[in-house]
């Protein structure tokens, strides 16, 4: 784990250092990276377009099933855009290991 998690109620939003908590649920191969299509604790949607260029050494490979908070710029839309992407961090991998 990388941060601390808060679980108010099993109705809010589970959160790690104020980032919403997402489960990996797809996956879709693009040109230079790929779109993860990813669900909150509430049951919302997000996408978020994980660039290889763009995020250079902080590029990760998500797997579907895995538990992250990504940093960035959460749109106000349906499903969520998580827009200019800074960070991915894996909380929990499914059959490997995230150190």
């Known amino acids: 784990m990388t941060g601390n998690i808060t679980i108010k109620d099993t109705d809010e939003l589970v ?4 980032l919403p908590l997402l489960t990996v649920e797809g996956i879709e191969p693009g040109i230079d990276g790929y ?3 990813l669900t909150d604790s509430i049951g919302g949607d997000h996408t978020a377009v994980i ?3 763009n995020l250079e ?3 990760v ?5 895995d538990v992250v908070t990504i940093s960035g710029d959460y749109a106000e839309s349906l499903p969520v855009q998580i827009l200019n992407i ?5 909380e ?3 059959g490997r290991s995230t150190a």
């Open 15 to 18: 959160t790690v250092d104020g």
């Open 35 to 37: 779109t993860a299509y």
């Open 51 to 53: 660039s290889i260029p």
């Open 57 to 59: 050494d902080t590029f």
């Open 61 to 65: 490979a998500l797997e579907v099933g």
């Open 86 to 90: 800074t960070n991915i961090a894996v």
């Open 92 to 94: 929990s991998a499914v």
